[in-house]
Structure formats: C-alpha cells, structure tokens
C-alpha cells in the first residue's frame, strides 16, 4: 500500500459492494429517514436477542452508508432547521451504535454485520435489479435470506 492509497475496513468494502449494486442514494433526507426507522425497530428489540444484533447492524450499516455517500456539503443545501434535526439524528445513531457495540463484542459484531451484508444482498429481484420503494428505499426481493444470528447471541458479553 502506499501512502496515497486509503485504507477501507472490511465493513466499508460490504458497504461499498451494497452501495455500487443497488445504486445507492446521496440524498441525505432518505438516509436519515432509513436511519430513525432503524433505531426504531433497534429500540423495539430485547437487548441481547437475535433480532437486537441484527437491528444494530441494521443502524450500523445505513448510519455507515449514509457517511460514505453524503457529500460534505449536503448541509449546506438544506435548511439551518433539518440540518439541527439530521445532527440530532445522527448523534442518536453514533450513541446507539456504540453502547451496544460495547455490550456486544467487536468479533461478534463483526460477524453479525458480515451476515447482514449477506442478507442484504440478497434483496436483489429475480431480474437482479434492485427493488425500491417509492422514497428509494430498498426492498426485499423474492429470494431475500433473513440472517440467521442466533449461534452469536451466546458469544455476546455478560
């Protein structure tokens, strides 16, 4: 590697992979909605349970997303007020991400996410074209794969 060269974490490189094929957005509205309705369903969640790992990755990969896609200055085509609303959001996806990341280990979390890549990808449509909602969410396509977390949640910390 030299010294011009960045260095990408294996989760970037997942993210990167996911952003390229389903053609992500850089519309920094849509990412901060997928991100309130991620925390949503996290906070929805019993902590320490399947469904909570994969719900924290879920935050972990569209707060992620949207720092790898949002142009530096996206703020400043918005509103003084949304921007306070989208630095709110933000603060609240960094502060979950990393209580709960500390109560999980990084190798367990690190796991998890690598499967919930894997089951993203699956979203594809049989045509293997992206699915979207009207807003430019993805959706699932019919061969979606839900992940299958349950063997990390006995890993997790006590």
Not at 10 to 18: A, G, N, R, S, V
Not at 70 to 76: I, L, R, S, Y
């Amino acid at each position: 590697m030299t010294e011009y060269e960045i260095r990408i974490t294996p989760e970037e490189q997942m993210l990167k992979e996911f952003i390229q094929t389903f053609k992500g957005s850089l519309d920094l509205r849509l990412w901060m909605n997928l991100i309130e309705e991620e925390l949503v369903e996290l906070r929805a969640e019993d902590y320490g349970t399947a469904g909570h790992l994969k719900e924290l990755c879920d935050v972990m990969y569209v707060y992620n997303g949207m720092m790898l896609t949002t142009p530096k200055f996206a703020g400043d085509l918005i509103s003084e007020e949304e921007l306070v609303e989208i630095n709110e959001g933000i603060d609240k996806a960094r502060e979950s991400i990393t209580m709960y990341f500390n109560l999980y280990t990084a190798e367990v979390v690190g796991e998890a996410f690598t499967r919930v890549h894997k089951s993203n990808m699956s979203k594809l449509g049989r045509d293997g074209k992206p699915i979207f909602r009207e807003d430019g969410k993805v959706l699932k396509g019919p061969d979606y794969k839900e992940p299958d977390l349950s063997d990390l949640i006995l890993a997790k910390k006590d």
